[in-house]
């Protein structure tokens, strides 16, 4: 019905889904593989009544509103994470620290003493 392998998939668990969260409401009027056909129906049915998300690749770069390509840039360093990777790498290399040391470290370093 989806002409999709993948859709079709997703919908195969969503239908087993529904049948496992409705299975108390089987009433045994009809066979039960004929009441979970009619539940894997209605699911894909559903599927295609709803309205379908705009799909955005990941891979190919986005368009902005004005209709401009904007380049994804992968792997760039984010300054602001690696100073916070910095912060908590001296915060646990200053707990390390023998006492003595450490008190003299913050004196001189954080205090300017």
Not at 17 to 45: C, E, M, P, Y
């Amino acid at each position: 019905m989806t002409n999709n392998a993948a859709e079709a998939e997703d919908l195969t668990q969503d239908a087993f889904l529904q049948v496992f969260r409705k299975i108390a409401t089987f009433r045994g009027d009809s066979a039960f593989s004929t009441w979970i056909h009619r539940i894997a129906v209605n699911t894909v049915l559903m599927k295609f009544r709803k309205k379908s998300l705009r799909e955005v690749s990941l891979d190919e770069p986005h368009s902005s509103s004005d209709g401009a390509k904007i380049q994804r840039e992968y792997g760039t360093k984010d300054s602001r994470l690696a100073s916070c990777v910095d912060r908590v790498a001296l915060a646990c290399a200053i707990k390390e620290l023998p006492y003595g040391y450490r008190t003299i470290f913050l004196l001189h370093e954080v205090q300017g003493s």
